[in-house]
């Protein structure tokens, strides 16, 4: 039987592989190991209890105050050590974050063959989203299996030279991961004074909208670095011109454990009546918010691919997007970080009924749920 790494550092990286996980358990020629970097400690454990996840090895590389040189030697160094002492048959790494690009090095270094998940995003902009789109790019190349979610993101790859050999268009595995999560809450609704008390939020607000099926409310995320400083303020100035300028909306952010976000975000927005700035979320909490939100404000990137799957449109607060068909589709749409751009176009979708059904309506071009399956199957006939 081979044995097949995944290697996670974040809570977006364990959401998108444990599908593949639960996939290649099933397998009976395959044996995956979860191996844990703890690049973003907190949030990752708590996804991986949403999961029933515990990691098979944990390298434990998060330290206060790592900047990107430190983190990334970390990576390489102690994945390259792992690897020496398990010599799996392959690595799986997914995304964009530092954990991916050091374990990809590192295992390019030991001779064992590379899954990118989520391959070909590209922005066209180094710079943007930072250190994501180099973290993609010099990941590719040393991959021997591209996992593509869209066709557009496999044309990005043979326009940089990458063998078409490599290359394969599963659809995203955030899909699997929302379709299984939402049956799984579909059957049994939370209660809402346990959820609003898991979320940090004040009793009032759930009632007022959370216990309403027919509140209007808006879901924010936010945690870009490239947004940190006059971004975050500007993101922070729109969400108050909202609520101020619609009485009877509601606003729940859980808010990123990153200093750099927590400030402006509770300088600027604490306080406010109908803004519940609230932790972090379980990845099964924060699929019901998506899906009981009126729609959803984000400079996330997967986000972009989840929230479109249960009917609701996406306000990108970035300039730019490695996920340009969910924009070409019509169900996300490029609002940067200018205050007036955020309130104006949320207040189309608030005010606009027509406009709010047609862009709720729309396909969403990102997979439908079977990606971790055919992602298996690849490794199947290839390790051998």
């Known amino acids: 039987m081979s044995t097949v790494a995944l290697i996670v550092g974040t809570r977006p990286e364990c959401i998108k592989l444990a599908p593949l996980h639960a996939a290649l358990l099933r397998s009976p020629r395959l044996r995956p190991l979860l191996v844990s970097t703890g690049q973003h400690r907190e949030m990752l454990a708590q996804s991986f209890a949403s999961f029933g996840l515990k990691p098979d090895s944990d390298l434990q590389l998060m330290q206060p105050g790592q900047s990107l040189p430190e983190l990334t030697a970390r990576v390489i160094t102690s994945v390259g050590a792992w690897l020496a002492e398990v010599r799996p048959a392959a690595v799986i790494v997914q995304g964009d974050t530092t954990t991916v690009l050091g374990a990809a090095l590192a295992a390019f270094y030991a001779g064992i063959p590379v899954g990118h998940v989520e391959a070909g995003l590209r922005t066209g902009d180094l710079r943007s989203p930072f250190p994501e789109e180099m973290n993609r790019r010099l990941t590719s190349p040393l991959a021997r299996w591209n996992f593509c979610p ?35 809450f579909a059957a049994a609704q939370p209660d809402i004074v346990r959820l609003s008390a898991r979320l940090g939020i004040t009793a009032a607000f759930a009632t007022a909208y959370l216990a309403r099926p027919t509140a209007r409310w808006i879901l924010v995320t936010g945690h870009r670095r490239e947004s940190f400083g006059p971004g975050f303020e500007g993101i922070c100035q729109g969400l108050r011109q909202i609520v101020d300028e619609h009485p009877e909306v509601g606003i729940i952010y859980p808010v990123h454990l990153n200093p750099q976000v927590q400030e402006p975000v509770r300088r600027l927005l604490g306080g406010h009546p109908r803004v519940a700035l609230a932790s972090p979320a379980a990845y099964e909490d924060f699929v019901w918010l998506m899906d009981r939100a009126s729609f959803v404000l984000t400079d996330s990137g997967g986000i972009q691919e989840e929230a479109p799957a249960l009917g609701k449109p996406v306000l990108v607060m970035r300039e730019n997007t490695e996920r340009p068909e969910g924009i070409a589709a019509g169900t996300c749409e490029l609002v940067g970080t200018d205050p007036r751009r955020i309130a104006a176009a949320a207040t189309r979708l608030l005010v606009d009924q027509a406009e709010y059904l047609r862009r709720s309506q729309l396909r969403n071009p990102y997979g439908d749920g079977t990606a971790s399956q055919q992602i298996r199957e690849v490794l199947e006939r290839e390790l051998r």
Do not use: F, M
């Open 150 to 184: 869209t066709e557009q993101s496999r044309a990005n790859l043979a326009r940089e030279g990458i063998a078409p050999g490599s290359c394969y268009v599963t659809g995203n595995t955030v899909i699997d991961a929302l379709l299984a999560t939402k049956a799984r």
